[in-house]
């Protein structure tokens, strides 16, 4: 079973809107939420971490996490183009040291 | 900035043929990570390192074997491929813990014909 789960599947937003994309996860002992970047043609990037309940903003990028939901989204404003990519969210426990991967959510920001 | 690198990065084999997937960390990390990407599937793990000398198995470690012979070097090896092998290969590399960020290699485009 998936422990990581990512919706939507693909997006697709004009430049200078807002994406947002979600994740859930099926075990409470997950502590650690991580978002990847993936560009065509690329290895995955770490792009932002977040651990503590609530919002943690970088830039035009912004976490929530609400753990008692097991729940963790992303939210990127004003799109860019440069902002389409494959987009993964990642969970981890205390005690271990991989990451369980969603499948994904694919962005297009449309010009 | 974290350095992993990936050779080579295409590769294309015959059914029942051994491939070698090499994958080298200037980071000085002490974990690595073999990964294979397909379409649908995300990202799924098949061997790890803690360390020089150690391999252990991931979520899909079927056909494959790995061998850590430095705290730099992670190779994956296929004794026998197959066609349901062909697929993106990653590596990476990280600190210890969950709460560490992993750092990935450009990949490896491998096809078995």
């Known amino acids: 079973q998936q422990k990581v789960q990512q919706s939507p599947e693909s997006l697709s937003v004009p430049e200078g809107g807002m994406a947002s994309l979600n994740c859930t996860s099926s075990?409470?002992?997950?502590?650690y939420f991580w978002w990847y970047r993936q560009h065509s043609g690329e290895g995955p990037k770490a792009l932002m971490?977040?651990?503590?309940?609530g919002d943690k903003k970088e830039g035009r990028f912004t976490a929530h996490l609400n753990k008692a939901s097991l729940h963790v989204s992303l939210h990127i404003r004003d799109s860019q183009p440069s902002d389409s990519a494959l987009y993964f969210c990642?969970?981890?426990?205390?005690?271990?040291?991989?990451?369980?991967f969603g499948k994904g959510t694919s962005l297009t920001v449309i010009p | 900035e974290a350095a992993v690198t990936q050779s080579p990065r295409n590769k294309v084999a015959v059914t029942g043929g051994k491939v070698t997937l090499s994958c080298n960390q200037t980071?000085?990390?002490?974990?690595m990570y073999w990964y294979r990407q397909d379409t649908g599937h995300g990202l799924r793990l098949i061997h790890y390192?803690?360390?020089?000398?150690?391999?252990e198995k991931g979520d899909i470690p079927d056909g494959y074997k790995a061998s850590r012979p430095s705290q730099e070097n992670f190779s994956l090896i296929l004794e026998l491929a197959t066609p349901s092998q062909t697929s993106v290969y990653f590596c990476?590399?990280?600190?210890?813990?969950?709460?560490?960020?992993?750092?990935f290699g450009p990949g490896t485009r491998l096809t078995v014909l």
């Open positions: 390192s803690y360390g020089a000398g150690s391999t």
């Open positions: 990476a590399s990280g600190e210890v813990g969950g709460a560490r960020e992993q750092y």
């Open positions: 971490s977040i651990f503590s309940d």
């Open positions: 075990d409470r002992n997950f502590q």
């Open positions: 990642a969970a981890s426990e205390p005690g271990y040291q991989n990451f369980y």
């Open positions: 980071n000085n990390h002490n974990n």
